[in-house]
């Protein structure tokens, strides 16, 4: 058994995993969402979400927060949000339950707002609402009277002390609540280089979702003068590799390695697409049923725009991540606010990945790559290219399935 099955075992044992790998995730949000109705926005949606083909739904941030976006939580157990009530939630994850579609909650535990001042005048105690924690709940290095952080501190805000064990007890039955009590059954876990990743792993045991993914989000490496991104990247990936290791293999993470290599290679750079060993160079190149690739989320696009893809070359992005292995996810801008057109090409490939069985483990065979042309084979069954250079499988068995703008996709 190779450590990848052992992690497999584990996680289908304890939560955290969907073992056969055949995940389409949708991050069904952006950062303008709070100022509408969302979530009856959303539950107009789920059929077409089903019937597209998507497994699991990244919903934003359920709890009542003092930001409108509520990546600043305060009472977690109340879920009336700006993105609506906890009836219309409620609403919505039943309708997605109906279409086995599974909801994916925004688990925001890193840092939380207080409710009165503490001894020092911030407000680090949580008197008045449920989780009424004191001082000792939050580290020393934001204010609290806690230990210190076990990973990077979130400026300006009380950080969450997982050392603690009332802590963590507190945590692991409101995660279980969401679960049991609302419906959620996926959860992401939001800002992990906050607090180390033992604790998210004991997490997910405890309340054992049926499918985890976090947010380790560090900076890629760019040479000076012109800060170029440099072609090899395989620290900035390990490092997500060592996090995901660190939670027994029970935690898939956002592969940030694939965005930033990708987003600069459709650029007329596609040679970046291959590392030294011939394999696709981000997390997804190294384990990829731990990889959840992406190319657009709320922070790096939106009305944020932080790290933002080629608008240009969106196409392009996601026939890379459709067609090759790890965990693709779709962005609710690309699906919804960009026409119809958009919406059924990503609709098309996300079909052929279905019917021609690609999974989060498939192999892939990358056999060419320039600076205008990128092509390979996954698991023999399906031919891709991208980039404006002309080029075709040679093997008449290949048939064409789908094209478009600087991409092309074949299969037997």
């Known amino acids: 058994m190779d450590s990848d099955d052992k992690f497999e075992e584990q996680a289908a044992r304890d939560g955290g995993i969907i073992k056969n790998g055949r995940e389409i995730l949708f991050q069904a949000f952006n950062w303008e969402s709070n ?7 959303l539950e107009e949606k789920v059929t077409d979400l089903a019937e597209s083909g998507f497994t699991s739904v990244w919903l934003p941030p359920p709890t009542q927060s003092l930001s409108r976006e509520g990546y600043l939580p305060q009472n977690l157990y109340c879920l ?49 609402i449920p989780i009424s924690w004191d001082e000792h709940a939050v580290t020393s290095c934001s204010g609290g009277k806690g230990n210190k952080s076990t990973g990077d501190n979130f400026d300006g805000v009380p950080n969450i002390d997982h050392t603690q064990p009332f802590v963590r007890k507190d945590i692991i039955e409101w995660l279980i609540w969401l679960r049991k009590s609302i419906g959620f059954q996926d ?8 607090y180390a990743a033992k604790f998210v792993k004991e997490y997910i045991e405890e309340s054992k979702p049926l499918f985890a993914v976090g947010e380790y989000w560090d900076s890629c490496e760019y040479s000076p003068p012109d800060y170029r991104l440099n072609y090899n990247q395989d620290s900035h990936r390990q490092k997500i590799i060592n996090w995901i290791d660190s939670t027994g ?12 290599i990708l987003q600069e290679a459709v650029k007329g750079e596609l040679w970046r697409l291959r590392d030294p060993e011939g394999k696709p160079p981000g997390v997804m190149g190294w ?8 190319i657009e989320n709320h922070d790096t696009g939106s009305t944020q725009g932080h790290w933002p893809f080629p608008s240009d070359h969106i196409m392009e992005g996601y026939a890379y991540i459709l067609t090759h292995p790890g965990i693709p996810t779709v962005f609710y801008d690309h699906f919804y606010d960009q026409g119809v057109p958009l919406h059924d090409e990503i609709a098309k490939l996300m079909q052929i990945r279905k019917c021609q ?4 483990r498939s192999s892939i065979k990358i056999l060419e790559v320039r600076s205008d042309l990128y092509s390979a084979i996954i698991d023999d069954k399906l031919c891709m290219k991208i980039g404006d250079g002309s080029w075709c499988p040679s093997d008449p068995e290949w048939r064409l399935a789908a094209s478009g703008d600087r991409y092309a996709v074949w299969h037997k």
């Open 35 to 41: 100022k509408n109705n969302w979530w009856s926005n």
């Open 80 to 128: 009336d949000s700006c993105y609506g009530s906890l009836h219309e939630l409620k609403l919505l994850l039943h309708k997605m339950s109906e279409h086995n579609v599974r909801a994916m909650a925004d688990v925001v535990i890193n840092h939380r707002i207080g409710t009165t001042k503490g001894s020092n005048g911030m407000y680090n105690r949580y008197d008045g």
């Open 187 to 194: 959860f992401r876990f939001d800002f992990t280089k906050g």
């Open 249 to 260: 293999g029970l935690c898939a993470a956002f592969d940030f390695t694939t965005k930033g």
């Open 287 to 294: 384990w990829p049923s731990r990889s959840v690739t992406f």
């Open 357 to 360: 069985d690609i999974h989060s």
